[in-house]
């Protein structure tokens, strides 16, 4: 129920359960996080699309199962569901590639907290998304305490969390849950026209732009400016640097090879 293939640089990882709207079941946290590691180790590619098969995102959690183990009490099994998601997450935000949601629909619960913790988010002009776990009495997760204020802002963040109300894509864009809106037609072409200009640039100093915007959450600025010396450096030794500086000169587009 995940697939995952490369062309040009660019991994699509499809959540592809489109009956239920995309939500997890079954393994499928698991094979996404298989898909984000093999993706992260993959050299032939340099940025990284999730998007969901249908007219969904992800709508979450399968709500069935887990009344299940609700149920019978199996807080063991619920549990592993829990350290799941925490490893999709941790993946995204670890690995040094950039990660492009595309948002074609419904994002809800861990779908919504899935998009959050990619890099950037392009949606369609239908997409809704929601924190959606207070609807049935649960508490957020996937980290989505963490993400949603840092892009939405504290006040806002709790709103969006304790009512889990739906937001649809234009409220998104305004309050920063997604950085761009478009077409729903137009969304293929646009998020692969936005990962090509990614992947076409050189990956070394692009991985540690996304590390850099990491630390500078956390970094003073004395240290962020050390880290940006320490990151330009490594370019500027690098022989993607010599190949940039050879086709600024030669007026031609550089061919970037990592290295």
Same mark, same amino acid.
């Given at each position: 129920?995940?697939r995952?293939?490369?062309?040009? /640089?660019?991994?699509? !990882?499809?959540?592809?359960?489109?009956e239920?709207?995309?939500?997890f079941?079954?393994?499928?946290?698991?094979?996404?996080?298989?898909?984000?590691?093999?993706?992260?180790?993959?050299?032939?590619?340099?940025?990284?699309? !999730?998007?969901?098969?249908? +007219?969904?995102?992800?709508?979450?959690?399968?709500?069935?199962?887990? %009344?299940?183990?609700?149920?019978?009490?199996?807080?063991?099994?619920?549990?592993?569901?829990?350290?799941?998601?925490?490893?999709?997450?941790?993946? &995204?935000?670890?690995?040094a590639?950039?990660?492009?949601?595309?948002v074609?629909? &419904?994002?809800?619960?861990?779908?919504?907290?899935?998009?959050?913790?990619?890099?950037?988010? !392009?949606?369609?002009?239908t997409?809704?998304?929601?924190?959606?776990?207070?609807?049935?009495? &649960? /508490?957020?997760?996937?980290?989505?305490?963490?993400?949603?204020?840092r892009?939405?802002?504290? %006040? +806002?963040?709790?709103?969006i969390?304790?009512?889990? +109300?739906?937001?649809?894509?234009a409220?998104?864009? %305004?309050?920063?849950?997604?950085? +761009?809106?478009?077409p729903?037609s137009?969304?293929?072409?646009?998020?692969?026209?936005?990962?090509?200009?990614?992947?076409?640039?050189?990956? !070394?100093?692009?991985?540690?732009?996304?590390?850099?915007?990491?630390?500078?959450?956390?970094?003073?600025l *004395?240290?962020?400016?050390?880290?940006?010396?320490?990151?330009?450096?490594?370019?500027?030794?690098s %022989?993607d640097?010599?190949?940039?500086?050879?086709?600024?000169?030669?007026? *031609?587009?550089?061919?970037?090879?990592?290295?």
């Open positions: 129920m995940i995952k293939e490369t062309d040009n /640089h660019i991994t699509t !990882i499809t959540l592809n359960r489109p239920k709207l995309n939500a079941s079954g393994t499928m946290r698991e094979d996404l996080l298989a898909a984000l590691r093999a993706a992260a180790g993959d050299p032939g590619c340099r940025a990284v699309v !999730i998007t969901g098969a249908g +007219r969904a995102f992800c709508a979450g959690g399968d709500v069935e199962y887990m %009344s299940g183990l609700q149920k019978d009490g199996n807080a063991d099994a619920f549990r592993n569901l829990l350290d799941a998601g925490r490893d999709v997450v941790t993946a &995204i935000v670890d690995m590639k950039p990660v492009i949601a595309s074609n629909g &419904i994002a809800a619960g861990a779908g919504c907290n899935l998009a959050l913790a990619c890099d950037y988010r !392009i949606a369609s002009d997409a809704k998304l929601g924190e959606t776990f207070v609807r049935i009495g &649960i /508490h957020p997760d996937w980290g989505g305490t963490w993400l949603l204020p892009l939405v802002g504290p %006040s +806002r963040a709790l709103e969390l304790m009512t889990g +109300r739906m937001v649809d894509a409220e998104a864009l %305004s309050i920063g849950m997604v950085d +761009r809106v478009v729903l137009e969304l293929p072409l646009q998020t692969t026209t936005l990962a090509r200009a990614i992947a076409e640039g050189p990956p !070394i100093a692009i991985a540690d732009i996304k590390r850099a915007l990491a630390l500078s959450r956390t970094n003073a *004395r240290e962020q400016i050390d880290l940006e010396s320490e990151h330009q450096l490594r370019a500027f030794l %022989s640097a010599t190949e940039g500086m050879a086709a600024f000169f030669e007026k *031609r587009a550089a061919r970037f090879e990592g290295k």
